[in-house]
């Protein structure tokens, strides 16, 4: 089995450290409001199973315990899913405040 070429690439990026800080904050921002489109969903998700979701939607017929259970093991587990990556979040923009901003000159 012959090696892997891999081409040398050099690409000249150039980017200041407060551009940096300005696409790491935007970076934790997008995933935030995509976390918040999950919980939306699940929420929906939950008024669906439940028959109290807007327009009067409603499964027929009623949802059994078991099939509610199931509904909520789902929503918990997404929950708990976004609290990992909440907590993920928070680690890098402490990393950013206490490892970038310090090195932000000031005006």
């Known amino acids: 089995m012959s ?6 690439i050099t690409p000249a990026i150039s ?3 407060d ?3 300005a696409l790491l904050l935007a970076s934790i921002a997008l995933e935030e409001l995509a976390l ?3 919980l939306n969903a699940e929420a929906e998700k939950l008024e669906y ?5 807007g327009g ?18 789902s929503v918990r587990q997404t929950i708990q899913d ?3 990556k909440e907590m993920l979040l928070q680690f890098k ?12 000159p000031s005006p």
């Open 36 to 38: 918040t489109h999950i």
């Open 49 to 53: 199973t439940i028959g109290t979701l």
């Open 19 to 21: 551009q940096t800080v």
């Open 93 to 104: 923009l402490e990393n950013i405040v206490d490892n970038l901003l310090p090195q932000i």
């Open 56 to 73: 009067g939607l409603a499964l027929t017929p009623a949802p059994s315990l078991s099939d509610l259970l199931l509904v909520n093991d």
């Open 3 to 8: 090696q892997a070429s891999i081409p040398n």
């Open 15 to 17: 980017i200041t450290i």
């Open 82 to 84: 976004a609290i990992k």
